[in-house]
């Protein structure tokens, strides 16, 4: 004999996708009973009902799908006929991502990016390049905050890490010592390359300070900012096109040139007489990248004595640095051969950040996607999310499923 008394049917109506694609509300009854001992009331279990939310397991399970790709939560919530805050809640109470337990490899990439969160203004991303994969996000970059988080692991496992790819960060050469006392230390191409890069532009401003703006060959040094940037001998030197500030004075026509002809044409004014050195030593530094690896050594010492020593300072307080600080770094980065694994194919290299900072530009797109993020967990978990990493759900139909 059933210890139960039926108090009636009712019906609801749950969110539903049909097919996965077809927007759609089904109407579902279920009976109510009471206990005829204890007067306990208790519903029927609906098999297919996200506990706590009126919606089925399709309408979840296409959900999260979205959560895993770099849309934001207005949009989800368009597309599956789910309010917003619902979905925010689904998002933030019920979907974990755990914490990363992994052994350290012995090539990390590390490097920062804007959070802007209740935890720090930037965060720590740490990757391997050697396989392309992101192992974990850390909440800042602080000492403190990175010794608490590379605690978790051995000491054993920091002795394995040998080499650790960096930008040009002091603060971050004093954690990664401090940390891993096997690592050696390799300053990234692009950072080092990107901060003489700034040292010409400084010149070259310099330079159109002393010019007349109504000159042509001003408007062109402000306009083709990067035309200083590129190698010397890549410069386009055949194809020629027509500028329009510059005309011939007997026919008045518009002359054809090429870049290479405009760069010649601003190295010989009187005006660019200091820019000119400025610009013949960047260039020296750039043919000192494609030196064999055995006269490495020599040509960048010999390049850092001619910054320090010669007459054009341009580069002196950046030649200074490196020397001090980031000499063997950079010689690592150039001499130091790496083999990258990349879908099955296996490629040459150097040494780099490159997947370190192609993986930022995706976590930069999934925070601009939203605006930004307020709590820094809420951040992390979308990112790991959007990247493929597991998740776990708090729901007891799931489970049970």
């Known amino acids: 004999m059933e210890c139960r008394n039926s108090k009636g049917r009712r019906y609801m109506n749950l ?42 397991l399709p309408a979840l399970n296409a959900l999260l799908f979205h959560f895993m790709e770099n849309t934001a939560m207005a949009v989800m919530a ?25 052994h350290l490899p012995s090539v990390l990439s590390i490097d920062e990016f804007r959070a802007t969160s209740d935890e720090g203004t930037f965060a720590f991303h740490i990757t391997n390049p050697i396989t392309g994969k992101t192992l974990d996000i850390v909440s800042d970059r602080t000492m403190s905050t990175l010794l608490d988080y590379f605690s978790r692991f051995s000491h054993e496992q920091k002795k394995k890490v040998k080499i650790v790819v960096m930008d040009l960060s002091e603060a971050f050469n004093k954690i990664i010592r401090k940390i891993f006392p096997n690592a050696k230390q390799v300053a990234d191409k692009f950072h080092y390359v990107k901060v003489l890069r700034q040292n010409m532009t400084d010149a ?47 026919t008045g026509k518009l002359l054809e040139l090429a870049n290479r002809d405009l760069v010649e044409m601003i ?40 910054c320090i020593d010669g007459e054009c300072k341009a580069f002196s307080a950046s030649a200074k640095n490196f020397r001090k600080n980031w ?43 939203a605006f930004g993020y307020k709590y820094f967990i809420n951040l992390r978990k979308r990112i790991l999310l959007h990247l493929g990493f597991r998740y776990t759900l708090n729901f007891e139909e799931t489970k049970k499923g």
């Open 327 to 369: 000499f063997l770094a950079i010689l690592r980065s150039l001499t130091y051969t790496a083999y990258y694994r990349r879908n099955g194919i296996t490629y040459k290299t150097s040494f780099n950040n490159g997947f370190c900072e192609s993986q930022n530009n995706k976590v930069k797109l999934v925070k601009r996607n």
């Open 267 to 306: 190295l010989d004014r009187e005006e660019c007489a200091d820019f000119k050195p400025a610009y013949d030593l960047y260039q020296e530094f750039l043919d000192t990248l494609h030196l064999p690896q055995s006269d490495y050594k020599e040509a960048l010492n010999n390049w850092i004595d001619k």
């Open 78 to 102: 368009r597309l599956t006929g789910i309010s917003a805050p619902t979905v925010y809640r689904l998002f933030y109470d019920n979907i974990e991502v755990p914490h990363r337990t992994y």
């Open 204 to 250: 070259r401003v310099r330079c159109m300070k002393r010019m007349d703006r109504k000159d042509p060959l001003y408007r062109v040094m402000k306009k083709n900012i990067h035309l200083f940037d590129q190698y010397h001998s890549r410069l386009n030197n055949e194809k020629a096109w027509m500028r329009g500030c510059f005309r011939n004075e007997r």
């Open 15 to 56: 969110k539903h996708r049909s097919m996965g694609v077809i927007l759609s509300e089904i109407n579902v009854g279920y009976n109510r009973y009471t206990c005829p001992v204890c007067s306990h009331y208790w519903k029927e279990d609906v098999p297919f009902k996200v506990k706590g939310h009126m919606m089925t």
